[in-house]
């Protein structure tokens, strides 16, 4: 059994670290809400863009997108969300995981037809671990989404896919569905899918928002704006993707702290009264000594 003195340096240990789990926790939880808010400030206009996009599909106009081509696989790239840091659970682990099972799958392409685009400094050191280039680093973005650098990664994405350098974009990451959900999803970006694009639209509709007359006058043409508007779709898309990660890394790392708070507690009570049962017993000890004693 542990002396007495290793016992309470063991209980004055896991205070500390209790103090830090618990600092951690409320950071995390401050980074959490103003991530909510981002996300609730932006998916307004997401879904109102989808919605204008899906209204000019379901008319009879007929047009043509370079970013809708579906054609054989011969070189993908791959979007892949981490956070820089850790202490968040499996948030990361899951992540690569998701990864190296994506890769299975595109194994027969070779790994110099797979590009991979690293979002956050845990995924960009398991890449390179698995062996592949990581194409540029994106640590920041990972940290503070912005739409600029969003938009320009977006806009990279899609001149590879136009200029045939690549013939497939997907997406994962983990999407924020509350405090103590986040979904890890693997999503096509390239080529888009109106279809999928359609169904987001109308899942996101509200049965109670006002309904507006959609009998458009479109100037030059429905087919020339459907064309306009995908780009945007696809930028957006990359930016809601970023702060939906970002958010579920704060959900996920606040979420972690709490039960290591919970656990210390329990170890700090369980430490405590192993304290008090050997301070007892070494009580007890020196009165039986103390009696003995006083009959010899």
């Keep these: 059994m542990a002396s007495l003195k290793e016992v309470k340096n ?18 995390a939880s401050a980074k959490l809400h103003k991530a909510q808010e981002r996300v609730e ?78 979002v956050g400094k845990k995924v960009e050191e398991a890449v390179t671990k698995l062996g592949y280039l990581p194409q540029g680093s994106y640590q920041v973005m990972a940290d503070k989404p912005s739409y600029v650098e969003a938009y320009k990664l977006a806009g990279k994405l899609m001149e590879e896919f136009v200029e045939k350098r690549i013939d ?17 999803l693997r999503e096509n970006y390239l080529p888009i899918d109106l279809i999928q ?43 809601t993707v970023l702060l939906d990660s970002n958010t579920s890394e704060h959900a996920a790392r606040t979420l972690a702290m709490q039960l290591a708070t919970d656990n210390a507690n329990e170890l700090i009570q369980d430490l405590t009264k192993q304290y008090n049962k050997s301070r007892q017993q070494a009580i007890t000890n020196e009165l039986l000594d103390i009696i003995g004693g006083s009959f010899k």
Excluded: W
């Design 168 to 184: 497939h974009v997907e997406l994962i990451y983990h999407h924020f569905k509350s405090m103590g959900s986040q979904v890890l």
């Design 41 to 118: 400030n932006m998916l307004p206009y997401q879904q109102k863009l989808n919605e204008i996009l899906t209204n000019f599909l379901r008319t009879d106009a007929t047009f043509e997108s370079p970013y809708t081509d579906v054609r054989p696989l011969s070189k993908v790239a791959i979007v892949v969300l981490s956070s820089n840091s850790s202490l968040c659970g499996a948030y990361n682990s899951n992540v690569v995981k998701m990864l190296e099972y994506s890769l299975a799958n595109y194994q027969s392409l070779g790994k110099e037809n797979i590009m991979i685009y690293p």
């Design 10 to 27: 063991r209980i004055s240990s896991v205070k500390s670290t209790r103090q830090i789990t618990s600092a951690m926790k409320m950071v």
């Design 197 to 239: 694009v359609a169904e987001e639209a109308a899942e996101n509709v509200s049965e109670n928002a006002p309904h507006f007359n959609n009998d458009y006058i479109v100037e030059p043409s429905v087919g020339e704006l459907i064309a306009e508007l995908l780009p945007k779709v696809l930028s957006q898309k990359i930016f």
